[in-house]
Structures are given as C-alpha cells and as structure tokens.
C-alpha cells in the first residue's frame, strides 16, 4: 500500500489489522519511509564473484493509465530506462550490486543466478533499493529478452562456471517495449475462461507471452490475471510502443483491461519527485 497522507495510511492499517481483507498476510504490518522518485529496475546474472548486468528496464505498477489505479504485477515494461544514464549504471554496480555479492560470499553464500534489484531514483538522481529478488522481473524479462542477442543458455552455463568475468551479453540496439493485457476484475478476482481471438503469430521482432492462459476445447482462454504481454521491437521507445499497441488492438476478450500509456515517462518524463515507492508484489 503506497499511502500518500497519513488517513489513506490509516485506512490500510485498519483494511489489514481491523477488517481482515489480507487474511494471514495482513496480521503484520511493516511501515516503511515513503520514497519519492521514480522506479527502475536493475538486473544482473551473477556466478558466486562476478557478475553481469542485463539491459536497463522500467515497469508499471498501477491497473489504469496516468498512474492510477490499485497496483498490480505489472501492466507494461520497457527497455531501455532512460532514467539510469551510464554514470548511475555505474554507481549502482558498485555501491549496490556487487557489495550484495560479495556481501552474501563473505557470510558463505556464493550465490549464483539471477538477481533483480528495484530501485527508486530520487529527484537528485540518487539510487535507494526497494527490494531485491532472486529472479528475472514480470513484465521486465519480455523486453529485456526480446532485445537479448546473446545465447542465454550460454549466460546461465558461464554463470554456473563462474566465467562472467570473461564473458558479455550482446543487446539490440533497438528499444523494446510490453503492453499487458489483463484479465476482467484483475486484480482484486480475475475471470477465467473467456475466448481470446486475434492472436498474432510470432515475429521476429514482435512476440506475444503468454502468462494466464489455457487451452479449452481448442480455443485459447484467459487463466489468470495478467493474461498476456504483447513486446515489440522498435528504433525508438515511441516506434516500439507504435507497434506493440497495433497488436494490442487486434487481439479481443471479453473484460479485457489494458494502460495506453506504456512508456510515458521515457516518452514525456515527469519530474521525478511526482511518484512514491511502488509496493512490489510476489509475482
């Protein structure tokens, strides 16, 4: 809950410890700092010492355009995020990335795999961490892997031998961008089983993910919450967002929720004061 006065404060104390909605998970609670800035997300493959950083990405955490809206899992990702320039890349490799590293071998902990830092960049241009998964991110991995042209296979078996210090990942040089379609009443109770029609087939440069889908009798239905996440190639984050929503728009079913805004903040950046620290869910 990113509460933005001290009553919305209240009234998620009381949804949680009062009124039960979270159940279990809603006996505790943890009251974090607010931090205002704006979010990205950092993911790097590490083998135990080293490690390699993927491609920048940025995600969007609210249900409705503009930001609004209850958070969600992810609505939309792009790659690259203009927010983190070559000098904050840097920055964040050595003063977060690799202490968290090395932090986990000193206490006998050589950890190998992915590892997935979100962070908040504040108005001065300062990186804080939000949180830290052993994962690559949803909706970020289909932007981010869409423009990796290097053998992932090999990136994992490098990191199993503790080679990333001799190895490097190759990257599209174009941008790509994730628009992702929802289910109907996501995410407080998503549907299940409605028809998807339009699908399109898969491109070199245009792929549609599946995540909550099924087969039913033949046809393709929803089966979760965040159904699918249409990714597109593009010179630009402008032409990738172009292009992504020209498949978003053939494809139909019933409820269908989806942002039109994608890629907003690369596209006409806000200050970066405007936003809060972005509750993370357990994707």
């Known amino acids: 809950m990113v509460a933005a006065t001290a009553a919305e404060a209240h009234a998620a104390i009381d949804a949680m410890l009062v009124e039960h909605r979270m159940g279990d998970a809603g006996a505790r609670v943890v009251i974090e700092e607010f931090l205002a800035g704006e979010e990205a997300s950092f993911i790097v493959i590490a083998d135990g010492r080293n490690v390699l950083p993927f491609a920048t990405s940025q995600d969007h955490k609210r249900l409705r355009d503009g930001d609004q809206g209850p958070n969600t899992g992810g609505m939309g990702a792009y790659s690259p995020a203009p927010v983190i320039t070559p000098a904050l890349h840097a920055r964040v490799v050595r003063e977060i990335i690799l202490p968290t590293v090395r932090g986990m071998a000193a206490d006998g902990i050589a950890y190998c795999g992915f590892l997935y830092a979100g962070l908040m960049i504040d108005a001065a241009g300062n990186p804080k961490v939000l949180e830290f998964n052993c994962r690559l991110g949803d909706p970020e991995a289909q932007p981010i892997l869409l423009r990796l042209r290097s053998d992932l296979l090999g990136l994992i078996e490098g990191a199993l031998d503790g080679r990333l210090d001799r190895m490097e990942a190759e990257w599209d040089r174009r941008a ?34 599946h995540a909550g889908t099924a087969l039913a009798d033949g046809r393709v239905v929803t089966a979760g919450g965040r159904v699918l996440c249409v990714t597109a190639l593009g010179g630009s984050i402008r032409i990738a967002r172009t292009r992504a929503y020209q498949v978003v728009d053939a494809i139909r079913f019933d409820g269908m929720q989806y942002r039109n805004d994608i890629g907003h903040r690369a596209l006409a950046p806000r200050p970066r004061g405007a936003g809060g620290r972005g509750a993370r869910e357990g994707r």
């Open 176 to 209: 790509a961008l994730g628009v992702v379609l929802a289910a109907a009443n996501y995410p407080e109770a998503p549907r299940k089983g409605d028809p998807i029609s339009g699908l399109a087939a898969p491109a070199e440069d245009v792929r549609v993910f």
